[in-house]
C-alpha cells in the first residue's frame, strides 16, 4: 500500500503525518471495536490466581481428613475389563447422611461394625470383588438385590413414643439421609435400633415387653433387650460420621470452587485470542505512536523550524514596536494641538506671565525630542522589519528546498513499498506451498495410521493363534496326563482286584455271575457306578452333618438327662434355701427397727435429761422430720422454756457446744463403757456450765470412771481424787488430792511425787464414784 504523506506548516507547528496519524486513529477504532476490557480481564486473572489458591487450600485439607481415618478408604481394582464402577455403591458411612449432628454418636453405636460394609447391586458384583478385585482387608459386602432386613412396625413406634414421648425417641433410620434405591441396605444397618435421649428413656423402651428392640441414647450408651448394656466413657474426638459430614462439605466447596474456576478459565480461553489481537493492535498503535513521536522531534529540530520559531519571534516584536509606534504619534498629536492652543493664547494674552512661557516651551522641547526619539526607534524597527521579511524571503526558500526533498523520500517510499508487494507475494506463495506440504503430510499421516492399524490386526490375530497353540498344546498335555493316569487307575484297579480277591475268597467262586442278569450281580440293574456316586454323596452329607452334629449325642443323652434331674434338685434346694433366708432377712430388719426404734427412745430421754442438766431451763430430743419414721432420719430439736426453736442456727456456741456433747454422752449412756477420758471439754464454757458437767457426770454415770483434763474450778469440786502439776526449783512435781465431803468439811490428802518426799495428809473416805480430773 502506498502512503501519500503531506506537510503542514505553519507557526509554531512542524511537519506531522497526516497518514501516520490516520493510522492511529484506525487502530485505536480497532480496538475499541474488539469490546476488550483490560481491566475485567485483570480481574479474571486475579480470580483464577484466587480461585487456584483455594482449590489447593482445600485438597490439602480433603487429603489431611482423609488421611486421619485410613478405614474410610476404600480401593479396588476392576474384576473384569470394561467393568461398571457404578455398581460398586461404597462404604455405608459414606452414603448415609446425619440430619442433626446431635445424634451422630448414637446412629456410629447403632449400626456398630456395618458402617465399614461395602454396598453392591447384586452378588454377583460381591462376588467378583471378592475373588478377582484385589481388596487389601477384608469386607462384608452388602448386596441390594438379596438382603433382607425387617424394620420396626409403626404400633411397635407408637409404644415407644407413648413410653417416653414422640420427642424422646425416635427410629435410627428415620434420622439418616440416603438415596431411596440404598434403602434395603439402611435398613439393614439402622431399621433394627432406637435413639433416646438418656438412659432411663432408652431402659424404658428397650426392657418394655411390648417393644424388646435394641436402645442407644445420644451419649453411645446401648441397651439390648437380651439384658446387656454398653457404654462409659468415650473418646474425645468427632464420631465418624461427623468427620464424615465435615469431609463432605470440604469436598462441596471444592467442587464449587473448582466449577468457578472452570467457568473463569473457559472465560479467559475465550478472552484470550482478543486479548492477543488487542496486544497486537495495542503494539502497532504504539509503534504509530512512537514514529509520531520521532517525526515530529526531528522536525522541532530542524533549522527551519528554528528559523520559523525566530520568524513568530520577530513578528510579535514588530506588532509591539507598531503598538508604541501608534502611541507615540497619538502623543505628539496632542502636544502639537497643545503648541498651536498656546500660541493663541500668547496671542490672545500678552499679560500672561513670562514664567508660564518658558515652562511651555520646555516641554515643548520635551515633547520634540520624546518625538525625534520615537521617530528614530521606528526607524530602527522598520529597518529591522525589512531584514525579517528579507530572512522569511531566504526561509521560503529553504522550504522549498524542503518540499523537493520530500518528494524525493516520497518516491523512495513508494519503490519500498513495491518491493513490499513483491515480498508479500512470494510469502503468499510460499504459504501456498506450506499449506500443499501439511496436506501431504496429513496424507501421509492417514496412509501410515491405516498402516499401524493393518499392523495391530496382524499383531493381533498372531497374539490370538499364539493364544491357539498355547491352548492345543494345554490341551494335549491334558489328554497325555489323563491317559496316564488312566493307565495308572488301571494298574491300581488290577492291584486292588487282586487284593480284593485274596481277602474276600467268595469273589473267586462267584465271579462268573458278574455281569449276568437276574442274578445279584446284574450290573444293569445295579449300576456299580451309580452305587458309588451315591456312597461318596452319602459320605459327603456325612461329613457335612458331622461339623454341626454331635455323633456322640444318643450317647451323652442318658448323661444329659441324669445331670439335668441332679441341676432341678440342686435348684429346688436353693430356691428353699433363698427362701429361708429372705424370711431371715425380713425377721432381722424386723429385729432391727425395734433395736433402733428401742435405741432411740432410749438416747432420747436420756439427751433431753443430760441437756436439761447442762442447761437448767431448757429441753431437747430427737425427732423424725414432717410425714417421716425414724428409719429415714433424725433432727435435734431445742427449745427454751416452752418456745422449741426452729433451727440450732439461733443458739449460740458454747449452747451449741452443749448440745453436742449432751447428745454424744446419751449415746455413750445407751451402751456405758467402764472407763471416759474428756481432754478440756469445757474449754468454751463458762464456770456455771463447767459446774453443770460435773454435776451431770455425777448424776447420770454411777457406773463409769471418769478422766477428765480441765482448767477450771468448777470441774475440780465435783471430782473424788484431783492430781495438779506444777513446776518446783524446775522440776515438774505431781499432787494428789483426795475430796470427800463430810459434814460441810473438806478433807484431803497429799501424796507428793517428787525426790524430797512431801508427807501425806488426809484420810481414806468411802467412794460410791471416782472422778479424776488432770
Not at 529591522?384 to 517510499?413: F, M, P
Request: charged share 30%; hydrophobic share 35%; net charge neutral.
Amino acid at each position: 500500500m502506498n502512503k501519500d504523506i503531506v506537510l503542514i506548516w505553519g507557526p509554531g507547528h512542524a511537519g506531522i503525518s497526516v497518514n501516520v496519524r490516520a493510522d492511529q486513529a484506525v487502530k485505536t477504532e480497532d480496538m475499541k471495536n474488539l469490546g476488550y476490557d483490560k481491566e475485567n480481564h485483570e480481574q479474571l486473572v486475579a480470580l483464577q490466581h484466587q480461585l487456584t489458591c483455594d482449590v489447593q487450600a482445600l485438597k490439602e485439607k480433603l487429603n489431611t481428613l482423609e488421611a486421619k481415618f485410613p478405614q474410610l478408604l476404600f480401593e479396588y481394582r476392576d474384576p473384569e475389563k470394561n467393568f461398571d464402577r457404578s455398581k460398586v455403591h461404597g462404604l455405608v458411612c459414606k452414603l448415609v447422611q446425619v440430619k442433626d449432628m446431635k445424634y451422630a454418636t448414637a446412629l456410629e453405636v447403632a449400626a456398630g461394625g456395618k458402617l465399614y460394609n461395602i454396598v453392591v447391586d447384586t452378588e454377583m458384583t460381591g462376588k467378583k470383588l471378592l475373588q478377582k478385585g484385589e481388596l487389601r482387608r477384608r469386607y462384608t459386602i452388602i448386596p441390594l438385590n438379596k438382603i433382607s432386613a425387617k424394620a420396626i412396625d409403626s404400633a411397635t413406634i407408637k409404644r415407644a413414643e407413648y413410653l417416653v414421648g414422640k420427642d424422646n425417641v425416635h427410629t435410627a433410620l428415620s434420622l439418616t439421609g440416603y438415596q431411596h434405591e440404598l434403602e434395603p441396605a439402611m435398613q439393614f444397618v439402622f431399621g433394627s435400633a432406637f435413639v433416646c435421649q438418656d438412659m432411663d428413656q432408652a431402659k424404658s423402651v428397650t426392657y418394655d415387653q411390648k417393644v424388646l428392640k435394641r436402645t442407644v441414647t445420644l451419649d453411645g450408651n446401648s441397651f439390648d433387650p437380651a439384658g446387656t448394656l454398653t457404654g462409659g466413657a468415650r473418646k474425645q474426638a468427632l464420631a465418624i460420621l461427623e468427620h464424615l459430614s465435615e469431609l463432605r462439605s470440604v469436598k462441596e466447596s471444592l467442587s464449587s470452587k473448582q466449577q468457578q474456576l472452570s467457568k473463569v478459565e473457559l472465560q479467559l480461553a475465550s478472552l484470550s485470542k482478543i486479548a492477543d489481537k488487542y496486544k497486537q493492535l495495542k503494539q502497532q498503535y504504539d509503534l504509530k505512536v512512537q514514529e509520531t513521536e520521532l517525526l515530529t522531534t526531528c522536525l522541532t529540530q530542524s533549522s527551519h523550524h528554528q528559523q520559523l520559531e525566530e520568524i513568530s519571534v520577530l513578528r510579535s516584536t514588530i506588532a509591539d514596536q507598531q503598538e508604541m509606534l501608534k502611541g507615540a504619534q497619538f502623543i505628539q498629536q496632542q502636544t502639537t494641538k497643545k503648541v498651536h492652543d498656546l500660541e493663541d493664547k500668547t496671542k490672545n494674552a500678552s499679560a500672561m506671565k513670562e514664567q508660564e512661557l518658558q515652562e511651555s516651551e520646555k516641554h515643548l522641547a520635551d515633547c520634540k525630542r520624546f518625538l525625534e526619539a520615537s521617530t528614530e526607534k521606528a526607524r530602527k524597527k522598520c529597518q529591522e522589519e525589512d531584514a525579517i521579511r528579507l530572512d522569511l524571503v531566504e526561509l521560503s526558500k529553504e522550504a522549498n528546498n524542503y518540499h523537493t526533498q520530500l518528494k524525493s523520500t516520497e518516491e523512495t517510499i513508494a519503490t519500498t513499498l513495491d518491493a513490499l508487494a513483491k515480498l508479500e507475494a512470494e510469502a503468499k506463495q510460499t504459504q501456498d506451498g506450506v499449506k500443499a506440504a501439511h496436506a501431504e503430510v496429513c496424507k501421509q499421516k492417514e496412509l501410515l495410521t491405516a498402516c499401524n492399524k493393518d499392523i495391530n490386526a496382524a499383531a493381533s490375530e498372531h497374539h490370538s493363534l499364539q493364544k491357539e497353540a498355547s491352548a492345543g498344546h494345554l490341551k494335549l498335555q491334558e489328554l497325555q496326563n489323563k491317559v496316564t493316569k488312566l493307565t495308572k487307575d488301571s494298574q491300581d484297579t488290577a492291584k486292588q482286584v487282586n487284593l480284593l480277591m485274596e481277602k474276600y475268597e467268595w469273589i473267586a467262586n462267584e465271579r462268573q455271575f458278574f455281569g449276568q442278569s437276574n442274578s445279584p450281580y446284574d450290573f444293569e440293574v445295579n449300576n456299580p457306578k451309580e452305587a458309588e456316586r451315591r456312597i461318596q454323596k452319602l459320605t459327603e452329607t456325612k461329613e457335612k452333618l458331622a461339623k454341626s452334629v454331635n455323633m456322640r449325642a444318643m450317647n451323652l443323652l442318658g448323661s444329659a438327662e441324669e445331670q439335668y434331674a441332679d441341676l432341678m434338685k440342686k435348684r429346688k434346694i436353693v430356691l428353699n434355701d433363698k427362701a429361708k433366708i429372705a424370711a431371715v432377712i425380713d425377721e432381722l430388719d424386723k429385729k432391727k427397727n425395734e433395736a433402733l426404734k428401742k435405741a432411740w427412745e432410749q438416747v432420747n430421754k436420756d439427751f433431753g435429761s443430760i441437756f436439761s442438766t447442762l442447761l437448767p431451763g431448757t429441753q431437747a430430743k430427737l425427732s423424725p422430720p414432717e410425714g417421716q419414721t425414724v428409719l429415714d432420719g433424725l433432727e435435734v430439736k431445742v427449745a427454751f422454756g416452752d418456745v422449741w426453736k426452729e433451727s440450732l442456727s439461733e443458739l449460740s456456741g458454747g449452747q451449741r457446744s452443749l448440745v453436742a456433747l449432751s447428745l454424744i454422752l446419751a449415746m455413750l449412756l445407751f451402751k456405758p463403757a467402764p472407763l471416759y477420758i474428756l481432754d478440756e471439754v469445757d474449754a468454751a464454757l463458762d464456770l456455771s456450765h463447767t459446774q453443770n458437767i460435773g454435776q451431770m457426770i455425777r448424776s447420770h454415770f454411777k457406773h463409769s470412771q471418769f478422766i477428765v483434763v480441765s482448767l477450771k474450778d468448777g470441774m475440780f469440786n465435783n471430782a473424788n481424787v484431783l492430781f495438779k502439776t506444777k513446776f518446783v526449783d524446775g522440776v515438774s512435781t505431781v499432787a494428789r488430792h483426795v475430796q470427800q465431803q463430810i459434814m460441810g468439811r473438806h478433807m484431803s490428802t497429799e501424796d507428793k511425787e517428787n525426790e524430797d518426799g512431801s508427807e501425806k495428809q488426809g484420810t481414806a473416805a468411802k467412794r460410791t464414784k471416782n472422778m479424776l480430773s488432770i
